[in-house]
């Protein structure tokens, strides 16, 4: 299995442009997290999907942000528009039985605003 | 909410040492606990997830070990070697979320 995949790797926008990043999960697995890692607050989940219904997006920081799960091999993170604090990585994450087993991770996008 | 912090920050050893990582959370209704190691730059590779009912897990020089009533849990790593040098990080799984603490940067030098 190629594991989670995510694109693009890295990515550089203005302020104010639409940013949207993509993540494939693992095939089979049926629980798929956003998550985002900054220095400041380390890892923290946005939002997070078991058969492609969102169940918690608390960690949304805003209207801003939009995640959707169309299908069981695909979802996108949008954010719109972007901010230079929206500046961070950010890493999707799927596992079996609604997260209650090991979470694999992809290799994550580094967004810069500038 | 679940509260996750990891002790120390850092931790620098000589390749060879023994070495204990430590993590402690808030919320005892805890459903399983995993620790991830994190290489500069990289995602997060899962290293040994303990369930709520289980004491610890091994996988060869790693060891965990997991005590919800005191809220603890522990990675030991033994015989330490220059390519154990990475962030080690615990999450915690209450509700189906998964919550990290800030991580342990450990440099093992030769």
């Known amino acids: 299995d190629a594991g989670v995949i995510q694109s693009p790797r890295h990515e550089v926008t203005e302020m104010g442009q639409e940013v949207t990043l993509r993540c494939k999960p693992i095939?089979?697995?049926?629980?798929l997290f956003w998550y985002r890692q900054t220095m400041m607050r380390g890892l923290e989940l946005l939002i997070y999907?078991?058969?492609?219904?969102?169940?918690?997006d608390s960690g949304m920081p805003e209207d801003r942000f939009s995640a959707k799960m169309p299908n069981a091999s695909f979802s996108t993170l949008k954010i719109q528009p972007s901010e230079p604090r929206d500046s961070a990585v950010y890493f999707c994450?799927?596992?079996?039985?609604?997260?209650?087993?090991?979470?694999?991770f992809g290799p994550g996008t580094r967004l810069l605003v500038l | 909410k679940q509260e996750v912090t990891q002790i120390p920050a850092a931790l620098s050893v000589p390749e060879g040492e023994n070495l204990v990582l430590n993590c402690s959370f808030t919320?005892?209704?805890?459903?399983?606990l995993q620790w991830f190691r994190q290489d500069p730059g990289k995602g997060l590779t899962s290293l040994l997830l303990?369930?709520?009912?289980?004491r610890e897990q091994t996988s060869g020089r790693l060891n965990a070990s997991l005590d919800k009533s005191s809220g603890r849990s522990t990675l030991y790593i033994a015989a330490s070697q220059p390519g154990d040098s990475a962030t080690y990080l615990c999450g915690g799984t209450s509700y189906g979320k998964l919550t990290f603490g800030q991580g342990t940067i450990l440099t093992v030098h030769p």
């Open positions: 095939s089979g697995h049926n629980s």
């Open positions: 303990i369930q709520s009912s289980q």
């Open positions: 919320d005892s209704a805890i459903y399983n």
């Open positions: 999907f078991n058969n492609n219904v969102p169940i918690d």
């Open positions: 994450a799927s596992s079996l039985n609604q997260g209650l087993e090991t979470q694999y």
